[in-house]
């Protein structure tokens, strides 16, 4: 069954340190992945995308993620986290050509301590 | 540009009473549409896309349905709301462009409290 599963439900990090949020994803095919943030009780963004290519991709706010095929997984990486960057995080996995039929993961919450 | 718009922002609907949600895409013709359920504590479910006017998939059985009677409008209703219902619903569009790779972009989202 196709599904993405975000092990990190609360994540508390100093802004400032760096930060990591994980996404594992299962899927027949060559995945389309999404990493979107949302803000309380707004809709979500789109913070990068992999369709394929370069695995590294960098997204907007300083956000990058990385695509390991081998390990199904596709991480969030940013080196230094502002306050502004508290929010929930969702990682999403989609077919080809079919962008808005998407599998979301749980959502991790990220606080971030001053 | 391409935007979204959703409404109302909010709503809190008796048990049993109806409901309809409205979402407009401008900028593109032809989007792919989707409704979004987003429990509390939870990631988002998908309710029901559509590829075009009047075509209307359903992910999952439930006490709502949807409709589009233009291209860049998506409708979600239901008859009689239950209080499961309760939740927050995201509107969202894709491109359809030839060959190109699209994702989704969203609504702000219509919070509904069924009490």
């Known amino acids: 069954a196709q599904s993405v599963t975000q092990p990190d439900i609360h994540i508390t990090v100093s802004e400032g340190a760096s930060l990591e949020l994980r996404c594992n994803y299962s899927?027949?095919?060559?995945?389309?992945l999404f990493w979107y943030v949302q803000s309380p009780g707004q809709g979500l963004q789109l913070l990068l995308k992999?369709?394929?290519?370069?695995?590294l991709v960098q997204g907007i706010k300083g956000f990058e993620a990385e695509f390991k095929r081998s390990q199904s997984s596709f991480n969030l990486r940013k080196p230094s986290v502002h306050w502004s960057d508290a929010a929930e995080y969702f990682c999403a996995v989609g077919a080809p050509n079919q962008g808005g039929k998407l599998i979301f993961g749980q959502g991790t919450e990220l606080s971030v301590k001053p | 540009s391409q935007t979204i718009h959703q409404w109302p922002a909010t709503l809190v609907q008796p048990v049993g009473s109806p409901l309809s949600l409205e979402c407009t895409v401008e900028g593109t013709s032809n989007p792919n549409l989707y409704w979004y359920r987003q429990a509390a504590g939870r990631g988002l479910q998908l309710l029901f896309y559509s590829v075009g006017i009047g075509q209307i998939s359903s992910e999952v059985p439930q006490n709502l349905s949807a409709s589009r009677p233009q291209d860049r409008q998506f409708i979600l209703s239901s008859k009689k709301l239950l209080l499961s219902d309760s939740g927050f619903y995201l509107c969202a569009f894709a491109g359809t462009e030839s060959g190109a790779n699209t994702e989704a972009f969203f609504g702000q989202g219509t919070r509904l409290t069924v009490v």
């Open positions: 899927y027949g095919a060559t995945p389309y």
């Open positions: 992999y369709f394929s290519g370069d695995t």
